[in-house]
């Protein structure tokens, strides 16, 4: 259990990193440079709606693939100790996991307006 949560916060650390140092990525020019407000302003946005839309779908899908695999383990959790029932499992569990592959498309869907933005 201890590794786990170590693995865990090893994990979430690195990826705050990772997103600390691309903030970078989102620095503004110097003041001499003479460029339109609205320009920067619309190329500051564009980066945000960008990150806002990798990071929607990513976790989408990292969520998906959670609740696929968990809803699938259980199934044949279920049919490993009753092989007799894996006919009134099978049906549920596909049902269960076209609903999650949904939300997962929902979330691709949105990414795609979010981008189409920029």
């Known amino acids: 259990m201890v590794k786990r949560n170590v693995k865990f916060l090893l994990m979430m650390s690195?990826?705050?990193?990772?997103?600390?140092?691309?903030?970078?990525?989102?620095?503004?020019?110097?003041?001499?440079?003479?460029v339109d407000a609205v320009a920067v302003a619309k190329a500051q946005s564009s980066g945000?709606?960008?990150?806002?839309?990798?990071?929607?779908?990513?976790?989408?899908?990292?969520?998906?693939?959670?609740?696929?695999?968990?809803?699938?383990?259980?199934?044949?959790?279920?049919i490993a100790r009753n092989p007799g029932a894996s006919d009134k499992l099978f049906t549920p569990m596909i049902l269960g996991l076209a609903l999650i592959e949904s939300l997962v498309i929902?979330?691709?869907?949105?990414?795609?307006?979010?981008?189409?933005?920029?």
């Open 48 to 78: 945000w709606i960008g990150l806002a839309a990798g990071l929607g779908i990513a976790l989408a899908a990292f969520g998906g693939a959670l609740g696929q695999g968990r809803a699938a383990a259980t199934a044949l959790d279920g």
């Open 106 to 118: 929902y979330a691709l869907i949105i990414s795609i307006l979010l981008y189409t933005k920029m």
């Open 14 to 34: 690195s990826a705050l990193i990772i997103l600390g140092v691309s903030a970078l990525a989102f620095a503004q020019t110097d003041a001499s440079a003479t």
